[in-house]
């Protein structure tokens, strides 16, 4: 309670408690934890000149169950946050780029990422395959339980449309790792909820103008859908939130304004699972495996991963910078 409460009268104080009480609620059932809420415990800004990724080539390539294969040791960037997953490959290229413009004020570095060989190194099928980079979700590693109320937001630059690869579908999505059971089960199991964009290039025939649209993974039965379309390129921010009741919620807004209630998209028990525990955030980087073309190149800019509780739930001001 705070302090102030002993010097109000029962009425007043009743009031008050009654105000709190909707503001909590407010805050977290209706419109959530908003991501970049409470107290920060992950990330990278890019801001170190000499930030550099140790590719450990080659690769891995794809599922392992069809035929994937494991090649230690993985890539890991020089500050130990950034690494390649066991199964699916990293991008060909992690570098650190100057910011593009309009980035978070004073930001003088980020992240591109883009791959000519997804999937299989030196192989190719003719079909759209992925690379996933990882980041800790917390600098000392380690699971956070969805009791905390854990939450990431990250920019990323959406690339003049000229600049995409000429292909329908999937060019990159910003995930988490997941653990968690489905209502009946017993048994907990890894799931990677996602926000995706998908480029809808202009039609020679229709001559309809170029598009991207975001889409949401997943919902209850594992379908994805469109929850945006984005006519303008530029800087976008996004986030997902994880709260104690196992439901993922998802944020995107143009620009790189901190997230508010407005940007709220959409809830799910994804895939019917209830989270328990956040692993990782990754971002995956599409391309359709020919050997010639390379994928879109994909910029974020100051990923960072947050605890929120009842205790901790404080802002950081609208397009700070955390250091």
Not at 129 to 141: I, S
Not at 274 to 279: E, G, L, N, P, V
Request: net charge neutral; hydrophobic share 30%; with cysteine.
């Amino acid at each position: 309670m705070p302090s102030f409460a002993v010097f109000m009268r029962p009425r007043h104080l009743a009031l008050a408690l009654a105000l709190v009480c909707h503001s909590l609620l407010a805050t977290t059932v209706l419109g959530q934890v908003i991501p970049g809420t409470g107290v920060l415990i992950g990330g990278d800004d890019f801001e170190d000149p000499e930030w550099s990724y140790n590719y450990n080539n080659p690769k891995n390539s794809g599922d392992l169950e069809t035929g994937g294969q494991n090649r230690p040791p993985v890539g890991r960037s020089a500050n130990g946050l950034w690494y390649e997953g066991n199964g699916r490959g990293q991008p060909d290229v992690v570098r650190r780029v100057d910011t593009p413009p309009g980035g978070l004020e004073g930001s003088t570095g980020a992240l591109v990422m883009a791959s000519q060989f997804t999937g299989n190194p030196g192989k190719t099928t003719s079909k759209t395959e992925q690379d996933d980079l990882y980041m800790k979700a917390a600098k000392g590693g380690g699971s956070i339980s969805v009791g905390r109320t854990p939450n990431f937001v990250v920019r990323v630059w959406v690339p003049p449309f000229e600049e995409w690869e000429r292909r329908s579908g999937s060019s990159f999505a910003v995930r988490a790792t997941l653990r968690g059971p489905k209502p009946g089960e017993g048994e907990t199991e890894p799931y990677w909820p996602g926000l995706f964009f998908q480029f809808h290039p202009m039609s020679q025939n229709a001559k309809k103008p170029e598009y991207a649209s975001l889409l949401v993974r997943a919902g209850e039965r594992g379908q994805d859908y469109v929850v945006r379309r984005i006519t303008s390129p530029g800087w976008y921010t996004l986030g997902m939130t994880f709260t104690p009741d196992g439901r993922v919620h998802y944020y995107a807004s143009e620009g790189v304004d901190a997230l508010t209630a407005e940007d709220y998209l959409a809830s799910h028990y994804c895939y019917g699972f209830r989270a328990q525990k956040m692993i990782d955030v990754f971002f995956d980087v599409f391309q359709k495996s020919n050997g010639r073309d390379w994928s879109t190149g994909w910029v974020i800019d100051d990923p960072q991963v947050y605890v929120a509780t009842e205790s901790q739930l404080t802002r950081q001001p609208r397009g700070s910078r955390s250091r």
